[in-house]
């Protein structure tokens, strides 16, 4: 070929395929659920999009009514409207926002009825009819996600970062889950540390019938690659992937350091796989990514067929509910229920701190071993408060009200 004909044809190819890339918008085909957040109260709906290029049609779902939506993708961008009737009268909703993978986010605008913020989540693939999250986990009132997931503060996921297995497992037990940790996992570091909520994901042996709706529920979805990518595009900040993969290690590597590098950029966090992972030297390489795995192994994931995300699953003895908060380190790892959080880190920093101060006064000879381990004298709990206040020490107020009083430790 001509040596000058062959620059320009690199050129043409370049041009042709920005022109391209340009092109291409991101999918939200399929089933979204759509959290609204107005000055005072919230509400779902659900929007179904059906996708062709840039434009945007389908249905919207409000609590009790049902009507059509249009609407355009650009770039991360798109708009759209609904618009429900509401006895004499009908509501228009404007939605403006940006996607973000398998979330979306943005105000909606409702004309005399002023605006609202809004996220939306991708509804997961489900084979099996399932409750959302959100009839699993009724009992927890606090901040959820848009998919339903309770949502329990950044603030109190920090303090679990600072207790131990022990002292939560105690707290776990008093209220009857007794089913909340596993241990005898291959741990990468030797010594790691993993807190966060749990996202979860169930895979079963592959079945070809089964395995064929799932498949075309992914494509309708537009759901892009091998189905634990699926599962790793619906990852959010902060989440813990816990995956249900009846431990199967040769051909059941959940992971490897291209999959594992996406987890750590979407959640910061590490893994929990009932299964193995494959890529050791590349996944040592990934800074503060914690895995749990029941082994290692060369292979590829295969002939496994993903069954749910974001659902009630099991890890060996515990039960895992999708928003738990993962404590783990080299003893296992410990699911503490979203509505138990709270409570657990309050009682385990109580205890951990009445243990500090019998340890000490133990080595000291001050006290004996009955007199720590049973219920404390007034002077022991006045000896205890002077210890707090010199060492720097407080108790919150839930603390010094509800614990301090009438308890043994």
Aim: glycine share 10%; net charge neutral.
């Amino acid at each position: 070929m001509n040596r000058r004909i062959w620059p320009c044809l690199v050129v043409i190819a370049s041009l042709f395929a920005g022109f391209s890339g340009a092109r291409d918008q991101p999918k939200v085909a399929g089933e979204w659920t759509i959290a609204l957040k107005f000055v005072a109260g919230t509400a779902q709906h659900t929007a179904i999009f059906v996708q062709n290029g840039d434009s945007l049609s389908g249905q919207y779902k409000g609590l009790f009514k049902e009507g059509t939506l249009s609407g355009l993708v650009q770039g991360e961008r798109l708009d759209f409207s609904a618009s429900l009737s509401h006895e004499a009268t009908s509501i228009v909703y404007h939605y403006t926002g940006k996607i973000e993978g398998e979330t979306m986010k943005g105000t909606v605008e409702m004309g005399e009825y002023w605006t609202a913020e809004w996220s939306a989540a991708r509804k997961p693939v489900e084979v099996l009819s399932r409750p959302q999250p959100l009839d699993y986990s009724a009992i927890y009132k606090g901040e959820r996600f848009p998919d339903g997931r309770p949502k329990v503060a950044d603030s109190i996921i920090e303090r679990v970062q600072r207790i131990s297995i022990e002292e939560a497992w105690s707290v776990l037990r008093r209220y009857g889950y007794n089913n909340q940790f596993e241990g005898n996992w291959v741990t990468n570091p030797a010594d790691p540390l993993l807190v966060g909520r749990a996202a979860t994901a169930a895979f079963a042996p592959l079945r070809p019938d089964v395995n064929d709706i799932i498949a075309a529920k992914g494509k309708s979805d537009g759901r892009i690659g091998a189905q634990n990518s699926w599962v790793i595009d619906t990852l959010v900040e902060g989440d813990v992937l816990v995956v249900d993969l009846f431990g199967k290690v040769i051909n059941g590597t959940f992971a490897g350091d291209n999959l594992g590098n996406s987890i750590k950029s979407k959640t910061g966090k590490g893994i929990v796989i009932d299964g193995g992972c494959r890529d050791l030297k590349g996944i040592d390489e990934i800074k503060d990514f914690p895995v749990f795995v029941r082994g290692w192994d060369p292979s590829f994931l295969s002939d496994v067929m993903l069954m749910s995300m974001n659902a009630p699953i099991r890890i060996g003895r515990a039960m895992v509910m999708p928003g738990d908060i993962v404590l783990g380190n080299r003893e296992g790892v410990l699911f503490i229920p979203a509505h138990l959080a709270e409570e657990v880190v309050e009682v385990s920093e109580f205890i951990s701190l009445r243990d500090e101060f019998g340890h000490q006064r133990l080595r000291e000879g001050k006290y004996t071993p009955g007199q720590i381990d049973s219920q404390w004298t007034k002077a022991i709990e006045k000896d205890f408060d002077d210890w707090l206040k010199k060492s720097g020490k407080t108790l919150t107020p839930y603390q010094r009200k509800k614990l301090q009083q009438g308890r043994t430790w």
